[in-house]
């Protein structure tokens, strides 16, 4: 296992197993553009100081930039992965810059001002990855896949950023309870939903981490003043399973 493909399993289990599905010879890339993402989500959990952390995130848009103008990637094995993945699925230099962009807000203790704004974030930060991973595995197919895109990112987003009852209160807007995001991105799940028989089958595996994301608002809404507990058996069982059914 090399570096790129540790930082995935040990920081992202779930997109981790997603990538058991796809075609090996794209995975590496894909590893690569989630080993990227989290890179950026654990700046804010690595840095002291707001500052540390927006130096960190230009590092990365200054890498990102250097890429597409051509220039030699700095020798770290997930800047010199993503280079390659971004070559692989043509991937828009702007997508990358914004969710960089977009993590930012992650390193402040601002509240999101409104639902406008939060969906816009996910968007950005969550959206856009499940797009990109998608053009990974096929860029063609993947045009037919942007709304399904942007519906389960604000899904899964939601999601994610609440499993942690330390970290969810900036994201909810003033007035929004755990209850009414919850709510909120279950009916966004359920839209995604009824697009996902419409995507090509080539782009799935970048919509696999959604199987899980109805459970964890389930569990969040049973118990959202704890953390999120979901063993690994069940996270895999219930992928395994999803991928099977979506054939």
């Not at 840095?47 to 590092?59: A, P």
């Not at 030699?72 to 810059?97: C, D, K, N, Y």
Request: glycine letters at 6%; aromatic letters at 8%.
């Amino acid at each position: 296992m090399n570096e790129v493909e540790e930082i995935v399993r040990r920081q992202d289990r779930d997109r981790y197993l997603s990538t058991f599905f796809a075609p090996d010879a794209k995975r590496p890339h894909i590893l690569a553009l989630y080993a990227f993402n989290a890179e950026i989500l654990r700046v804010r959990d690595t840095v002291s100081e707001t500052g540390l952390g927006l130096i960190r995130l230009q590092w990365w848009r200054d890498t990102i930039a250097g890429i597409y103008a051509g220039n030699a990637t700095p020798a770290f094995s997930v800047a010199e992965a993503l280079a390659r993945a971004i070559a692989e699925g043509q991937l828009p230099q702007q997508a990358l810059l914004d969710l960089v962009t977009a993590h930012e807000f992650d390193l402040f203790h601002d509240r999101m001002p409104d639902l406008t704004a939060l969906e816009a974030y996910m968007g950005e930060a969550y959206s856009r990855l499940i797009m990109m991973a998608a053009m990974i595995l096929d860029r063609d197919a993947a045009t037919k896949a942007s709304e399904c895109a942007g519906l389960a990112g604000v899904a899964q987003g939601l999601a994610l950023v609440m499993c942690d009852p330390r970290h969810r209160d900036p994201f909810l807007p003033d007035g929004m309870t755990v209850a009414e995001a919850v709510g909120h991105a279950e009916n966004r799940l359920a839209q995604a939903m009824t697009l996902r028989p419409g995507l090509p089958r080539s782009v799935l595996p970048a919509f696999l981490p959604l199987s899980l994301t109805g459970l964890y608002l389930k569990k969040i809404a049973a118990a959202p003043d704890r953390p999120l507990a979901v063993s690994p058996l069940r996270r895999q069982l219930t992928m395994w399973r999803t991928a099977r059914r979506w054939g």
